[in-house]
């Protein structure tokens, strides 16, 4: 059964499940079989080809241009070139989840089922959601709610947004209602803003590993790739952390981009950052911003994991806070309650632009993107309840993530195994390259499906776009017992395997950081 | 894209004889848009004056909300946008010569030099236009894509009716001087039902399953509700499969992403016109795939034993025009009871409509949200989901939505009903951007299985009061002798006011939907509906009694008024004339002109039934 699919192998130049493993690793399109026989898509996705990323003497990938038809492979009678594509994303994203689905976890009826630590979603605190979801002031039924909206959302929705925005992102000024546009979750928006700021064939960069979702949602209707900024593990120069993003890196995939002639609109930074749970600094932010003012790009901020920094000490600071944006005009935040308030359900989300001839390009999508008028109230029913966020429903969550966390990192140590991790988002960035007999994404994948076979689900750093193969995010904010059995089946996976490991490459446990990151 | 194939030359013989533009007639679809602007820039300043005005007033009386501010900035954004295309076209216009580009620039960027140079064009003058107007602050650069900015224009050319409307809504104690929309196809009938039946407790369930990551293609509780309410009110011959169902946000979506999934872009579909302006958008904003127009005339004739009937004749004569023009046609769209006519394909006629796809190898998309809105029992609506056998059911495709027949278009909830698993597939990848949240779903799935409700309380009563607002609204037309059609379905009846146009031509259409608006009153007009003759306007009726009332009061003012100045004009006309060349007897030729067209009318009439 579908189900979303951070751990998916749809990226770009990920192995498509369709062949039987194991396989080569196919960096090329022409090893493909199906990609040249394809009726007509070249002519209307580009030259098909993929790019061979730019390498320092030292070999080292700096960026890569996504290109998520290089490895397609199948087309149909009934359907257009594009539909084919579009199928196919869908057809190699299923595995985990299919397999998962069909034989969940439940306590009771199926105690042997998978485990899902893989989906980046908040099992915590269903409890006070549903609660407060149930209140009676949220069931009101207003005859203007059943007819059609103000496709930028309704007035009162996008007022409390404002307020809401401006208060938990520190804005210095209040935020205004005008510059809010609501729509049924922040990959619609990518989809959006994707159509609205590029062309056909353009790009955006990203650092990545990143949630892998977001080629997709770019491509579908977009039809604009991603160019990834590579950031690895290893620390180097003036470095202070594995995976740190610098504006050099940034720079150098620019040029790279361009040099192959790829137009490059914008910059997506995700803040905190899935999957490292990375945050970037106010300074470091700045940076960034100053790049992009820099080339006249587009930065688009995901902050929808905000409200979900656990702990305490980590200084968190929206992009809404600074004071000064270099560009105004092209900074466009995106937040949505899918993590923040645990309802990736309720398809919510909203972008946040001084840029009125974005937020009214993007609104005119929003007939694709509606949101009901009922959930529209409710949410902001919940947003304007700050009394309940601010008093039972933050320090609650952020208390039983805190704990869920403690007691991941703490397994995860006793295992000897290295991680990231830093006090924000749902999920730790596992090194488990020791465990791979081979620096290979075929390993990583064999890896991944002994897991998958042993009843846990993860999800692989490949479909992050990591470039260093043996990378594994793990989400800890799932309930103690099903944390508990998932952690179990994990460590007997690794426990079976570890000693294939000879030459463990080294790489230190992150501790939270201090207020500095 | 379709729109343009109606400012294209084959549309001029429609104006050739209009005499407000006959200098210049080497371009008349430019002075059509140039026109259309103009008077949509003069509504825009009315408005924004209106609007400051009256905020100051409000400013007196309550304490100014934050959102006030909205509508205005709105408001400048839309003058500014306008003046922006209009200095567009214009410098399109002075070059001469050249292929008109329709208010927005052509969407097909691709190796098309002629529109990238536009674009480039339009940058610069959009650009220059912000800095010397200071509309904002000056630094801004042109931020959005050739498609983002035309997205915006299409939007904003569409919806600026809607948008007007949203702002300031008629209502009958607070704001009767509002506007009244007859525009917008939405059943306001029967929101006392549904507002109690959403308000029941059962409605109001939650668990861990409706907030989480579902199936993007639907909950499976909704899909299998789908499923059983389709198989019964369609009346399939075998249960429907619930696997066959894909849930999106609305029809519009699943168009959209069907479009997308069938239809490479710039590829078409054939669609029988006037056509629901929403799928003119929705195949066009995404999805880049080409409406096709089979054009249908009001005259009936030996082939045409009704009023704009659809035959396999026009179907297969579009697709060879189609192919002639290069154009690659995936698929026939069908509207079932059709929109804006009201009508309802038989058996026979459908059946017809899918043999001709299957012989082409062409996907049938039939839209039948208006299924349940059949309100004269003495008419049969079978659903293409009832047919026995499918000439080609891998490539048939039935859409449905709540929006219509139960009046909730704020609900978003649309789906796809589809035998071929392909399609359905991949039409789940675009859950993701089309997804409905789970509290929504759970709510529709209480609401369809609901059939003791829908049978014996909702739908006798909606189609009761749609049968009452139906046969108020056409005694009125009745009475005023205005030529309509209607066949006992839908939400709308489809008007001609073609006397009242002279000329009769599209800016004539365009210039008494202004004068509508001045009214405020919000009709649509045929042109929106791709409709080859101007002078048709989509009235919706399912309104309350009272704000029917007050509508045709509007609309019969707007209708005097069109005739005073008529008079007027001829009058004048009759003097100049006079003046010019005495002693000829012109006032006699403008006299008979109106015979003429009186007596043109009837026949027209008669055409029509009445």
Not at chain 1, 262 to 275: A, D, E, R, S, T
Not at chain 2, 549 to 556: N, S, T, V
């Amino acid at each position: 059964m579908p189900r979303p699919r951070p751990s998916s192998p749809y990226s770009a130049r990920s192995p498509s499940p369709m062949f039987t493993l194991p396989q080569k690793e196919s960096r090329k399109p022409t090893t493909c079989p199906g990609s040249v026989s394809t009726r007509g898509l070249h002519s209307i996705y580009g030259d098909g080809l993929e790019r061979e990323a730019a390498r320092k003497p030292d070999q080292k990938l700096l960026y890569g241009v996504g290109d998520p038809t290089a490895m397609f492979s199948s087309d149909s009678p009934h359907l257009s070139s594009r539909g084919s594509i579009i199928k196919w994303f869908w057809d190699s994203a299923e595995e985990g989840y299919r397999t998962y689905h069909m034989d969940e976890y439940d306590e009771d009826k199926n105690p042997g089922g998978i485990i899902n630590l893989g989906t980046s979603e908040n099992k915590l605190c269903f409890d006070l959601l549903s609660r407060r979801l149930s209140h009676s002031d949220m069931l009101r039924v207003e005859p203007s709610l059943l007819q059609y909206p103000d496709w930028r959302g309704h007035l009162f929705l996008r007022e409390e947004v404002a307020s809401f925005l401006s208060f938990y992102c520190k804005s210095p000024a209040p935020l205004k209602p005008e510059n809010v546009v609501v729509l049924n979750g922040c990959a619609s928006l990518f989809s959006a803003l994707a159509t609205v700021l590029c062309e056909v064939g353009e790009a955006f960069l990203i650092p990545a590993p990143y949630y892998g979702a977001i080629t997709q949602h770019v491509y579908l209707y977009g039809n604009v790739r991603l160019v990834c900024v590579y950031l690895d593990s290893e620390v180097t120069g003036l470095e202070t952390h594995p995976f740190q993003l610098t504006v050099d890196k940034l720079e150098m995939a620019l040029q790279g981009a361009i040099s192959e002639g790829v137009k490059v609109k914008g910059l997506i930074l995700i803040n905190p950052q899935n999957p490292l749970g990375d945050i970037y600094s106010p300074g470091e932010l700045r940076e960034y911003l100053e790049f992009a003012k820099r080339h006249a790009l587009h930065v688009m901020v995901d902050e929808v994991y905000m409200l979900s920094v656990f702990e305490e000490s980590v200084g968190y600071r929206s992009v809404l806070s600074l004071e000064g944006l270099p560009d105004p005009q092209k900074t466009h935040v995106m937040w949505a309650t899918s993590k923040d308030f645990g309802m990736s359900g309720l398809r919510f989300g909203t972008l946040y632009t001084e840029n009125q001839d974005v937020a009214t390009a993007v609104a005119s999508l929003c007939r694709y993107h509606g949101l009901s008028g009922f959930v529209q109230y409710q949410m902001a029913q919940l947003l304007r309840d700050r009394d309940w966020i601010n008093q039972v429903y933050l320090p609650e969550n952020h208390a039983r993530l805190k704990a869920a966390h403690t007691y991941v990192s703490e397994e995860l140590r006793a295992l000897g195994v290295p991680f990231l991790s830093h006090g924000a988002g749902f999920f730790i960035w596992v090194d488990l390259r020791k465990f791979l007999p081979e620096a290979t994404f075929e390993e990583e994948r064999l890896l991944w499906r002994r897991f998958l076979e042993n009843k846990v689900l993860l999800s692989f750093g490949k479909a992050f776009e990591c470039k260093e193969p043996g990378w594994f995010r793990l989400v800890f904010s799932d309930k103690a017992h099903r944390l508990r059995l998932g952690m179990q089946r994990i460590r007997q996976v690794l426990e079976g395997k570890s000693q294939v490991a000879e030459d463990p490459p080294s790489c230190q446990t992150q501790e939270p950081r201090g207020p500095h990151r | 894209m379709s729109i343009q194939s109606r400012s294209n030359p084959s549309d001029i013989p429609h104006m050739s004889d209009g005499q407000v533009w006959d200098q210049a007639s080497r371009n008349h679809s430019i002075h059509t848009c140039l026109m259309e602007m103009v008077l949509s820039l003069q509504q825009a300043v009315a408005d924004h004056i209106t609007q400051l005005a009256t905020r100051h007033q409000q400013q007196d009386l309550v304490p100014e909300e934050q959102g006030h501010n909205q509508p205005i900035w709105g408001q400048e954004a839309l003058l500014g946008r306008l003046m922006f295309q209009m200095v567009n076209h214009l410098q399109f216009g002075a070059t001469g010569g050249q292929k008109f580009q329709p208010p927005c620039p052509s969407e097909d960027s691709k190796g098309d030099v002629r529109s990238r140079e536009q674009a480039q064009v339009s940058k610069q003058i959009y650009k220059i236009f912000y800095q010397l107007t200071n509309f904002e602050d000056t630094s801004i650069n042109y931020v959005l894509s050739n498609r983002g900015v035309e997205t915006s224009a299409l939007y904003h050319g569409s919806f600026q009716d809607y948008n007007t409307y949203q702002g300031n809504k008629y209502h009958e104690d607070k704001n009767t001087s509002g506007f009244i929309n007859l525009g917008t196809s939405e059943n306001k009938l029967c929101t006392d039902l549904l507002t109690e039946r959403l308000s029941r407790s059962d409605m109001n369930y939650i668990d861990d399953d409706l907030l989480q990551y579902s199936d993007w293609r639907g909950q499976p509780f909704l899909r299998e509700e789908v499923a059983q309410f389709l198989t019964y009110y369609c009346k399939a011959p075998a249960p429907l499969d619930p696997e066959n169902v894909v849930v999106l946000n609305g029809c519009s979506s699943v168009f959209s992403a069907l479009a997308t999934v069938l239809c490479d872009p710039g590829e078409a579909f054939l669609v029988p016109t006037p056509t629901y302006s929403d799928f003119v958008f929705s195949a066009h904003l995404y999805a880049k795939v080409d409406l096709v127009p089979v054009d249908l005339e009001s005259q009936v004739s030996d082939a045409n034993t009704h009023p704009f009937q659809l035959t396999v004749d026009k179907l297969e004569q579009a697709l060879l025009n189609a192919k002639l023009e290069g154009k690659k046609v995936r698929g026939l769209v069908l509207i079932n009871p059709q929109n804006p006519l009201g009508h309802i394909y038989s058996q026979d006629s459908l059946m017809e409509y899918l043999e001709f796809a299957k012989k082409h190898s062409l996907h049938v998309i039939i839209d039948e949200i208006y299924m349940l809105s059949v309100f004269d029992e003495s008419i049969t609506f079978r659903s293409v989901l009832s047919m026995e056998s499918l000439p080609d059911p891998n490539k048939t495709h039935m859409i449905w939505g709540t929006s219509k027949d139960f009046g909730i278009s704020g609900f978003r909830f649309g789906t796809l009903y589809t035998h071929n698993k392909e399609v359905a597939l991949a039409m789940s990848s675009f859950g993701y951007l089309h997804g409905i949240s789970g509290i929504t779903q759970y709510k529709l799935h209480r609401l369809l299985q609901d059939r003791e409700w829908i049978d014996n309380v909702y739908l006798p009563t909606n189609h009761s009061r749609l049968q009452e607002a139906h046969r108020f609204i056409t005694n009125e037309l009745k009475s005023s002798k205005i030529p309509f059609l209607s066949h006992g379905s839908g939400l709308y009846v489809w008007i001609s006011l073609r006397k009242y146009l002279d000329p009769c031509t599209f800016e004539e259409e365009l210039l008494l939907h202004r004068r509508f608006l001045d009214k405020k009153l919000i009709l649509s007009c045929g042109k929106t509906f791709m409709c080859k003759e101007p002078g048709w306007f989509r009235l919706v009726f399912a309104a309350t009694p009272l704000l029917l009332k007050h509508a045709m009061q509007r609309f019969y003012t707007v209708l005097v008024e069109q005739e005073q100045d008529w008079v007027v004009k001829q009058l004048e006309d009759a003097i100049n004339q006079e003046v010019e060349d005495l002693p000829a007897s012109d006032a006699s030729q403008s006299y008979s002109r109106e015979v003429i067209l009186t007596s043109g009318l009837e026949g027209c009439c008669s055409d029509l039934g009445l």
